[in-house]
């Protein structure tokens, strides 16, 4: 049993407007509430499209919840001439505590490189937040057999030259591009040979203390009835959960996977 608390980390994509997200932070709530959600038991964020931020915060602040809540990118600079751009500073003023970069939708359709998720996770690390660095393979990359190295790549790349203490404080969530949005969930054993691959790497390359402290997600299609099996896994700490986490019922029921 490791010391690390589980997170169930929700992100909602480009979905919801700020009624409906609204809606679904006060579904959530009250979901989590009824049941007695013991928070030290699994940390709960949702990550919602910049334009809900200030709903969700104003939510969360007037009913104190201890729901956290991050955003899906941040720009690399501080201010200026970088339009449709978000800031770390403008996003702490919002309250938002975990920063996603890296998902394969923006590697994909953005282009965005491991030297720039990096830099992204940097960024956010340095502005007080959480970075929640994305990696995974893409569905040929499983078929030749090369998931793991591709993977450790990725992090290697975007982590190179940081300090054991800093990578402490990041979440990596490993998804499996060909198991995102489509019904496809890698096994848990698929799961935890690269979560576990993770963890030995960043024991090679920072330290015991550092790959005992890091938190590795899950994340493509996770549901409440795989979430329990998967959490059951050495190496899996949580799930970053896209799909499932637009209803307050069963994002509240995956967060309760250790009841
Ligand atoms: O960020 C979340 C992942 O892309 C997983 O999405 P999904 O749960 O809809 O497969």
Redesign the pocket.
């Given at each position: 049993m490791s010391n690390r608390t589980p997170l169930m980390?929700g992100?909602w994509?480009m979905n919801l407007d700020h009624l409906e997200a609204n809606h679904l932070i006060q579904g959530l709530a009250m979901e989590l509430k009824d049941h007695d959600h013991d928070y030290s038991k699994c940390e709960v964020v949702v990550?919602p499209p910049f334009t809900d931020l200030r709903t969700v915060q104003t939510v969360v602040e007037a009913d104190s919840l201890s729901i956290k809540y991050g955003a899906q990118d941040v720009s690399i600079h501080d201010n200026g001439a970088y339009t449709g751009e978000i800031s770390t500073a403008m996003l702490d003023k919002l309250g938002v505590t975990h920063v996603?970069m890296g998902?394969?939708?923006r590697r994909e359709y953005h282009g965005e490189s491991d030297e720039l998720v990096g830099a992204k996770a940097r960024k956010a690390l340095d502005a007080g937040m959480t970075p929640i660095l994305?990696c995974g393979e893409a569905l040929e990359v499983r078929k030749a057999g090369t998931h793991v190295e591709f993977v450790l790549g990725q992090i290697r790349a975007a982590l190179a030259g940081w300090a054991a203490e800093d990578v402490a404080k990041i979440v990596i969530?490993y998804?499996p591009i060909w198991?995102?949005?489509?019904g496809e969930t890698a096994t848990a054993a698929d799961a935890q040979e690269v979560c576990s691959a993770i963890r030995e790497a960043l024991r090679a390359d920072f330290g015991e203390e550092t790959a005992e402290a890091t938190r590795i997600l899950y994340?493509?299609?996770?549901?409440p009835d795989n979430i329990k099996e998967l959490m059951a896994q050495a190496d899996v700490d949580g799930a970053?959960?896209?799909?499932?986490?637009l209803k307050a019922e069963s994002f509240a029921a995956m967060a309760r996977f250790y009841a």
């Open positions: 980390a992100n994509k990550i996603v998902h394969s939708e994305c969530a998804e198991a995102i949005g489509t994340g493509g299609s996770a549901k970053l959960i896209g799909g499932a986490s």
